[in-house]
Nanobody, 124 residues
């Protein structure tokens, strides 16, 4: 049973940075993604990482300020967000799926079977 637990969210001022963490309960490092959902908006993909070789993918809206990474030993995945903007305010979720490297490079949440409970990011 795969469990994902996010942490690291909070309330920050515009221009600040946050590093979100996603701890995975078992060796689920095939394909992990970060998604976010703002109030009244649809969930959108931010970035994914193919755990086997570390290949990353970023949605167009995330290029430049978001960095996804992994820590092999602790089976943890991270999302670094720099130069935060008020429009980054959202609930951020990590999710995982078994995938090929090619199919991991997506901002579509379809196929991600395992989800964390989310961590709130508020930028003012």
């Amino acid at each position: 049973h795969v469990q994902l637990v996010e942490s690291g969210g909070g309330s920050v001022q515009a221009g600040g940075s946050l590093k979100l963490s996603c701890k995975v309960s078992v060796g689920m490092r095939n394909c992990v993604g970060w998604f976010r959902q703002a109030p009244g908006k649809e969930r959108e993909g931010v970035a994914t990482i193919f755990g086997i070789d570390g290949v990353t993918y970023y949605a167009d809206s995330a290029k430049g300020r978001f960095t996804i990474s992994q820590e092999y030993v602790n089976i943890a995945f991270y999302l670094q967000i720099d130069s935060l903007k008020p429009e980054d305010t959202a609930m951020y979720y990590c999710a995982a799926k078994f995938s090929t490297e090619r199919n991991c490079a997506t901002d579509d949440s379809e196929g991600f079977a395992y989800w964390g409970q989310g961590t709130q990011v508020t930028v003012s």
